[in-house]
């Protein structure tokens, strides 16, 4: 008897010890957390302003949640101006960049140049070099050219066919106006 009560004694300061613990620990946590959320967040308006090409824009965080594109990738959304950026959570790439909707004559409305200055040729060309620039691990020789225009619009669009998924073949497209505003860059390739 006097060897289980010793016993049950040491189980219960054991028990009561390793909450203790647990509960001095958990506080703790939660800073690093926030400050880990912070550190990404401040990653992903880093990335926004060396693709936006300004490092003063204003970028504000939006909110969290899965990707559009992939269901399992979380994503955070951001607004810049006009604009709006989808970045992976995990790695801070760009997913995707456009324009935000706003109400017409917002102070914050985009203009777009929709002047014939170039040929769907130059802007493939144009939009090859922003790849090579914004996602430099991109080879798109292995991928397939699936572009389009609509008037005013080019979309240059490169499919990776050998990896079909239940969102379709992932691919990287950048759209242009006529006149060369970037209208959209979306990025779904691994």
């Known amino acids: 008897?006097?060897?289980?009560?010793?016993?049950?004694?040491?189980?219960?300061?054991?028990?009561?010890?390793?909450?203790?613990?647990?509960?001095?620990?958990?506080?703790?946590?939660?800073?690093?957390?926030?400050?880990?959320?912070?550190?990404?967040?401040?990653?992903?308006i880093s990335k926004i302003k060396d693709f936006s090409e300004n490092q003063d824009i204003k970028v504000e965080y939006?909110?969290?949640?899965?990707?559009?594109y992939n269901e399992n990738v979380q994503e955070s959304l951001y607004y810049a101006g006009p604009d709006q950026y989808e970045i992976d959570s995990s790695n801070g790439k760009i997913i995707q960049f456009g324009t935000r909707?706003?109400?017409?004559?917002?102070?914050?409305?985009?203009?777009?140049?929709?002047?014939?200055?170039?040929?769907?040729?130059?802007?493939?060309?144009?939009?090859k070099q922003f790849i090579a620039k914004n996602a430099p691990e991109v080879n798109l020789e292995k991928l397939s050219a699936n572009n389009s225009n609509?008037?005013?619009?080019?979309?240059?669009?490169?499919?990776?066919?050998?990896?079909?998924?239940?969102?379709?073949?992932?691919?990287?497209q950048v759209g242009f106006s006529h006149g060369g505003t970037l209208l959209s860059y979306t990025n779904t390739l691994k």
Request: glycine share 4%.
């Open 150 to 172: 609509k008037e005013t619009n080019y979309f240059f669009r490169w499919e990776d066919k050998s990896n079909k998924t239940t969102e379709g073949y992932p691919f990287i």
């Open 101 to 127: 909707s706003l109400p017409v004559g917002s102070e914050n409305e985009k203009t777009y140049d929709n002047s014939p200055r170039y040929n769907a040729q130059e802007l493939e060309t144009m939009a």
């Open 62 to 68: 939006v909110s969290a949640g899965k990707s559009a």
């Open 1 to 44: 008897m006097k060897l289980s009560k010793t016993l049950t004694i040491a189980i219960l300061i054991l028990i009561f010890g390793g909450a203790s613990f647990w509960l001095l620990k958990k506080p703790n946590n939660q800073p690093q957390q926030q400050d880990s959320q912070e550190q990404i967040r401040q990653r992903d």
